[in-house]
Structures are given as C-alpha cells and as structure tokens.
C-alpha cells in the first residue's frame, strides 16, 4: 500500500487510490501513467477504480484539490497570526512551517507541476485551489498591515508588492530546500523591506 498523504482528506477507497496514484505518477509522470497501474498499487481491479473515478484525469484532478484544501489550511493557519508587533519573528516561524510542509507534500507538488505544464486544465485548477486563494489571503493581511504602519498604497501597488512577496515566499522555500540552507532572518528581512514595513 502506498504511503497515506490523502487518505486522511478523502475517506475510504477514494483516498487510498489517491495516494496510489500519487506514487504512480511521481514514479512515471501523469502521461505513462495507468489506470491498471494504479489498481495493482492499491490491490483492486481495474474496472473497481472506475467505480470510485470516471478516468484517470478525474483522479488527477482529485488528487490536486485534496492536497489544495489542506494546503490552504495550513498556509491560512500560518499567515493569520501575521501583526505588526511581532511581525518579523512570525515570519522567520513561517519559512520554518512552510520548509516542513514542502517536505510533506514534495512528491505530490512535483507531481502536479511538471503535469500542468502540459495540462492546462490541471494548470487552471492548481492556480485556482492553491495559488490564487492564497495570493487573496496574503493580500488580506498586506492590506491589514499596511493599515497598521499607517501605509497609504494604491491598489496598483499593493498587487504589485503582493506578487513580489508570493513570489519571494515560494522561491525561498523552493531555494532553501534544494540549496539545503536556512536563511530565514535574512529573507524576513527582505520580506519587510520589499512590503516597506519596519525591520527592527
């Protein structure tokens, strides 16, 4: 039985043939991989899947707003205690979280990416579950913060500063992990500087 990451999101047989077609796809990519293929790795039939799913894309579209859901959780959970106080050292705890969460879903993330660079219905639905709810949060809380420093920008702006930051978020934990190095109170303070707030 593959490894449970989805198990514990999607109930019974659904989710054990999610985590089977997580390991299937990351061992063959979603193009070679098969329906047959991902039966034996669950111990079913074939036509037993289809029972659960109509195709394979079903699965695959599955698969990535499963894992979304939880990853919105997480990263709402995370940027939620964000205030100005204790802004900096809140940060630094995020890259931390965020390092372990990555190593979590590392295999599913690599999984969905290099699939929707070919399909752009796996393209739309990891943008719309995963990047662009959390692109509204971080605005959210951008525009929260700014309130409280006392910041005027215009909403031109702050789309701009929030995509910078989404963008420096994600790469550093991406560079950090394949890089194996920790560089969160220097990137913290990228992070304030780029959003304009105070770094002491």
Known sequence: MPEAMLRSLVP??????LDAAIEVF?????????MREIAAAVGVSEPALY???SSKEDIFLTMITAAAEQLRVQNFALVEPLNPSSLRQILISVFRARRHAIASY???????LAASAHHPQFLV???ESI??????????KVHELDAAFGLDFTEEQTVSRVRALLSMLVGYVVTSAVLADESDAAIADAVLRLLDYPTA
């Open 12 to 17: 019974g047989r659904r989710g054990e043939i």
């Open 26 to 34: 990351g061992e063959c990519g979603y193009e070679n991989g098969s």
């Open 106 to 112: 590392s295999r599913i993330l690599r999984t969905v």
């Open 125 to 127: 639905a990891y943008r």
């Open 131 to 140: 990047a662009l709810p959390m692109q509204q949060a971080l605005s959210a």
């Open 51 to 53: 029972r659960h799913f």
